[in-house]
């Protein structure tokens, strides 16, 4: 575990403890502040405005100030990263869509310029997705309800099959244990994980384990019940000391027997 990440599970540890009853709802805490939540939620109120967007030709940077008109809208353009990439803003773009939400108009022409987006700073920012990658947001996720298994009235917490279904399933090769920048890391005395990743791969993350607790739900599979905690290991018995015994015609040339 990185020592950022222990930092923050250590801290939230202990107000998580008494948060189990929320647990079933799809729910995450972020580190920033409230008017941070607050902004990013407004901006992906704002994402999913339908309307049309018909541009020919138009300089990319036009573009983004429409946007930023008629939606009332942050839009950053990251200049540096774009001019890293090579990226010229007034590359003219070209599209045409009818009864379409804005994020989906984003992804049309930003795929066109091999580009993406984020939310920063409460801005929706226009990046490149190496640059995005740089920028990791650490959040935490009660879980409780997905790692604990009840088998013949003893409670284990299987925190290993949740994760490795969340690292095969989102951007295999955007974790750590492949060489990526995100981590991912049980917080038992809360039952959370805690995860740094993009902002991208947090929002799949949400739609992820909403649609896990929606299958099972389905299914008719009940989470185990409330104030169920994981067996206790036990202790390893100690294991027995070996004693020697000398020879009774010891000398150093003759083996030694143990007992």
Known sequence: MSPFIRRVALATAVSFLGLSHIASAQISFGIGSAAHREAEARILHLLESRDSFVAEDMPFTKFVQSLRDRFNINVHLDRKALDDFGIDTATPITIQLRDATLESSLHHVLEQLELTWTIRHETLVIT???????????????????????FERTVDADFDTLIDTITSTLHADSWDQV?????IEPEPASMSLVISQTWSVHRELD?????IRAARDRQGISAVRRGSQPAAVASPQPRPAIRYKRPTNSTWQLPRVYE
């Open 128 to 150: 490149t997705p190496e640059e995005a990658e740089a920028h990791l947001d650490t959040r935490v996720y009660p879980v409780r309800d997905l790692v604990l298994i009840e």
């Open 179 to 183: 060489g990526g920048p995100g981590a």
């Open 207 to 211: 739609q992820l384990l909403t649609t």
